[in-house]
């Protein structure tokens, strides 16, 4: 089991920064996928970025982006600290949603597919005014 618990929400001016940062615990983090989704009102949750952690090949630290986010958005992970990390930076109206920390283990799936990953977060919310 694993509890992924996202803080660092809030509300900030368009043209701001926030990071968002993930506690996750119960489990191993090497070998392992985590990323960031999500969730507008009246919208499907969607992809916003994610990193790998798979020992020993060529995927290890690697990050992908959606392209709504790419040159904004940084993901990142501290594995000592069990703990991931979205900043983000000149964040646009559109980027306001409730934001979702997820965790995979899988090997198969698309990264990009919320049904890759087999653990989320409550979520956190992101408010951006105009």
């Known amino acids: 089991q694993v509890q992924l618990i996202e803080s660092g929400g809030g509300l900030v001016q368009a043209g701001g920064s926030l990071r968002l940062s993930c506690a996750a615990s119960g489990r191993t983090f090497t070998n392992s996928i985590m990323g960031w989704f999500r969730q507008a009102p009246g919208k499907e949750r969607e992809f916003v970025a994610t990193?790998?952690?798979?020992?020993?090949?060529?995927?290890?630290?690697?990050?992908f982006y959606a392209d709504s986010v790419k040159g904004r958005f940084t993901v990142s992970r501290d594995n000592a600290k069990n703990t991931l990390y979205l900043q983000m930076n000149s964040l646009k109206p559109e980027d306001a949603a409730v934001y979702y920390c997820a965790y995979t283990a899988r090997r198969d799936g698309s990264l990009y597919n919320a049904q890759t990953y087999e653990y989320w977060g409550q979520g956190t919310q992101v408010i951006v005014s105009s």
């Open positions: 990193i790998t952690w798979i020992t020993g090949s060529w995927s290890t630290g690697n990050t």
